[in-house]
């Protein structure tokens, strides 16, 4: 997938606000992104884990669910929502933390 649809895909079920928070940039970069213009390879990896994370919960969870679980507190992240968790590095933590939401815990 090119950098240009990966933000698409991450800017349709998150919200650029969202997008960018987790990167750490602005709403303004995002589009820039989208545009073509180069993310940089340490912009990119969070931006892969969380479109992963998005493809695990698309197959059980309503957009809207998605969303919503990006930005509320999650006790498997000590209370980090997982949009924090993304920002702050914890990917491995944040993929297992979708693992256990699919599984109900």
């Keep these: 997938m090119s950098q240009t649809d990966l933000v698409e895909a991450l800017t349709t079920k998150l919200g650029a606000k969202l997008v960018a928070f987790i990167v750490t940039r602005n709403v303004s970069t995002i589009s820039r992104w989208k545009s073509g213009q180069d ?14 994370v998005i493809q ?24 980090l929502s997982p949009a924090e968790a993304l920002r702050d590095g914890l990917n491995r933590e ?3 933390a979708a693992r256990a939401f699919l599984a109900g815990g």
């Design 39 to 52: 993310a940089g390879e340490a912009a990119l990896l969070p931006l892969r884990i969380t479109y992963q």
């Design 94 to 96: 944040t993929l297992a």
């Design 56 to 79: 695990m919960l698309e197959g059980q969870e309503a957009d809207s669910t998605i969303r919503a679980w990006f930005m509320g507190s999650n006790p498997q992240l000590d209370d």
